[in-house]
């Protein structure tokens, strides 16, 4: 089987994180976010992943070929020189997509993350027949998203409703499908948009089927919906996998802590930690609700909340940073300074403290 994993642009929501690197190559719970979905599509059978790009695929590609022989899996590129939209990039990679087994394919939007329940939808649309699967997820304010209407039974979709004023349901598209070779030759090399143009034509000749995804579901491409997405995906690893969370007096909650970093004494860490590999957290440190990535120091007494931490970066003795405080690669806080929501470019020292929510460039 194939996949096709929606990379696209800039990533700016996660600036100044995607400064360094692009998006999908950004740390979530200790690796890259698009890892944990490859090695889930690996894991159902999928051997070749096509990532559609159109921003630095160098930087990809260069970065997933170690990822290519330790899992296996084959990874290719297909970069638009314009934005296509969400279904204009499956016509650019047609000819990679499509081979002589008829098999469906994958189409995955890379901020999204979850259980990723692949078997289960192969299953589903094995069995209902139609020419294309998606999986939708339950919310509690459908105002803000496009609702996907459907025959609860079945699962047929009858219509989508964007941004609905009054309630139609609840359940959105959660932006991973499953496609029939078929479905190709309703899209034309041009930018569109899938959810508004491609499958509204097949949920009409009831063709299109929607299957609610089990488990939790989150969209991290932006730094809100990252800290929660982290709480989400730590709770998951508690129920599925417990032995990869950290235990300890120090501990509280659910806390991921890479084998190679040192913590001090005295710390108090959790809940919804992940702490990347090679950090040094000094002691008497109080760290929450926060991701610290790779090769970060935390000095003596400095407490973190709801922040996120980017590679190489240095918080100061004493200092507090929280309230959704980004601070991109490689960026010093220096020792008492206190971080109200900073978003801190990439190379800074930061030597007064940030009282309100700002960007510092």
């Not at 009054?166 to 499908?177: D, L, Q, R, S, T």
């Not at 929660?228 to 300890?248: C, E, I, N, P, Q």
């Not at 509280?252 to 702490?275: H, M, Q, R, Y």
């Not at 971080?339 to 470019?345: D, I």
Request: aromatic fraction near 6%; glycine fraction near 8%.
């Amino acid at each position: 089987m194939k996949a096709l994993i929606l990379v696209g642009g800039f990533g700016t929501r996660l600036r100044p994180l995607t400064l360094s690197v692009p998006k999908p190559l950004v740390d979530f719970a200790n690796k890259p976010m698009i890892l944990h979905q490859i090695e889930a599509l690996k894991a159902v059978g999928v051997t070749e992943v096509v990532l559609a790009i159109n921003y630095q695929p160098e930087v990809m590609l260069n970065f997933l070929k170690e990822f290519e022989t330790k899992l296996g899996i084959k990874i290719t590129c297909s970069q638009e020189t314009e934005p296509l939209g969400t279904a204009g990039p499956l016509a650019l990679a047609r000819d990679k997509l499509i081979d002589d087994s008829g098999e469906p394919f994958f189409v995955l939007n890379s901020d999204v993350i979850s259980e990723y329940p692949f078997k289960e939808i192969i299953e589903f649309h094995k069995s209902h027949g139609g020419e294309a699967s998606i999986m939708v997820t339950k919310v509690d304010e459908p105002s803000k998203y496009g609702v996907v209407v459907m025959e609860e039974s079945t699962g047929q979709v009858e219509k989508f409703v964007e941004k609905p004023k009054i309630f139609v349901g609840n359940k959105i598209n959660a932006g991973i499908y499953l496609l029939d070779p078929s479905v190709l030759d309703r899209i034309q090399l041009r930018p569109t948009s899938i959810e508004k143009e491609v499958f509204p034509k097949i949920a009409a000749e009831k063709k299109l089927y929607a299957m609610v995804l089990p488990g939790f579901w989150m969209d991290i491409g932006q730094p809100r919906d990252y800290i929660t997405g982290l709480r989400l995906y730590l709770d998951s690893l508690r129920k599925k996998s417990s032995s990869k969370l950290a235990v300890g007096a120090h501990i509280v909650g659910n806390v991921l802590v890479d084998e190679t970093s040192k913590i001090g004494e005295g710390c108090l860490i959790g809940p919804d930690v992940a702490i990347g590999p090679g950090c040094v957290v000094e002691s008497g440190v109080r760290l929450s609700r926060c991701t610290i990535m790779r090769g970060v120091r935390v000095k003596k007494h400095a407490c973190i909340s709801s922040s996120i931490i980017g590679w190489h970066s240095t918080v100061g003795q004493w200092a507090r940073v929280e309230n959704m405080t980004i601070l991109g690669e490689d960026v010093h806080v220096c020792d008492e300074i206190y971080s109200n929501g900073g978003v801190v470019l990439p190379h800074k020292e930061i030597k007064s403290s940030i009282l309100k929510p700002e960007i510092v460039m």
